[in-house]
């Protein structure tokens, strides 16, 4: 299941890791559009062959605020492997005024954190700015934001592990810094992977 889903980058990563995605949401018509577009008539991958997106896919526009975890997991009929996407990040990003939950777009963070606890994923990715590490909470903590969404998490029984990653680091022909929120249903917190490309 895919949160906040925009374009589909992120949905083109997890397909190439082998997920299917079932389900698939963004508020805006544009980025719906768009999905819905690349899902009639493919994409072009590495190489230039074509390749299905989203083939099996449920394709929704719809307001997470409303989006029920509980009726999503019961459309796609299964337990869900894994809930994935990354909520709005303006709030606390340097190239905006880092409003962290006192801009409306930065409580959807705890949106997504209340979809998984509905849902109950056997996994999940969050991810978001590296801004979101020392988001300030309502009480003016650096990283309050952060510990209050590890805290619910586990407090749901997953097992979270949080690590900013660089994708050059992992061979991407771009620099692009990003925290991951990552967890798994009653086990240890996953690893994250050893960087395979470094500047020497």
Known sequence: VSLFTGAGGLDIGMERAGFVPRFVTDLEPSC???????QARGIKVSGGSQH????TADIRQADICA???????????RRIDCVYGGPPCQSFSSCD?????ADPRGI??????RFVEEARPRT???ENVRGLVTARSDGGEPGGVLRQLVD???AAGYGVSVAV??????????RRVRCFVIGVDSGSPPEFPTPSHSKI
């Open 124 to 126: 999940f990715v969050m």
């Open 152 to 154: 619910r998490f586990e």
């Open 97 to 101: 005024k880092m409003g962290s939950i």
């Open 52 to 55: 299905a997106f989203l083939k």
């Open 32 to 38: 719906v559009e768009t999905l819905q577009a690349n």
């Open 165 to 174: 990653l660089n994708s050059a680091d992992f061979g991407s022909f771009q």
């Open 67 to 77: 989006l029920s975890g509980k009726s999503v997991r019961n459309r796609v009929r």
């Open 108 to 113: 959807l963070v705890f949106e997504f954190c």
